[in-house]
């Protein structure tokens, strides 16, 4: 994640602004700071990739992010339903992440796995989610070079999956 | 690396755009014709929404301190407080 103190610079400048935006919306303080939350976090995330560029400020970005956050959760109370039609992608994929994680078993399954295999998991989020270069990765974790990490991710991926397997949690989702 | 091992890699690099057109042709032929290896695939694209979404976890719970944090501070609570009052 990006340092914490300029996290909290941003969540500074930029909160008071998503609330103001989101309260006229009807969203209560609690509405408001889950929206910007996740914002935030698809804000860091889309950053990290590098792979977008973001073309206004990052506040502008941010609560911008969380208006639509905040239309695509309420749209059952509310007349506008076509902006689901309309969500950016990075918007649309990280909302059906977290859909998949509410409407079934994955946010117990990511405990588990936290349990069963914590050092794994902190592997995989440094090599997928965090995009560092292999040889942080090597360091941070204590392997001899960067082929021993690789082989390391390699083999979490196929204890995680075999996990999986065992509690036939793929077959059930996928069915 | 072993053979398990090496095949993980190949969808790794299928799922994350790193195998040339030829290799790609290849993997999604097979993926038609072996029932056994699309699930794999499936089963690798479930363990990458997994990590996102154990990254996640970790950052909203930092976020939410972050908040907690702030609002202890009698300036922002009360621009914040004005907002929804």
Known sequence: MANEDTMEQLYRDSFPAAARLLQRMGATLEDARDAFHDALLIYLEKTRQGSVTIRTSPKAYIVGTARIIWLHTRKDVDANQDIDSLLPQEVADYLADEASCEESKEKAVVGYLRMAGQKCMEILKAFYYLNLPLSQIATRFGFNGTRSATVQKYKCIEKIRSQLKTNNYHAERVV | ?85
């Open chain 2, 1 to 85: 690396m072993r053979k398990e091992l090496f095949e993980i890699m190949q969808i790794d690099h299928y799922l994350l755009g790193g195998l040339s057109a030829d290799e790609r042709t290849a993997l999604d032929a097979r993926r038609i014709i072996d029932p056994a290896f699309s699930e794999k695939i499936e089963a690798q694209q479930h363990v990458h929404r997994l990590v996102r979404l154990f990254a996640r976890k970790q950052n909203k719970r930092m976020l939410q301190s972050m908040y907690t944090r702030l609002m202890n501070e009698s300036s922002f609570k009360q621009q914040v407080n004005n907002i929804f009052s």
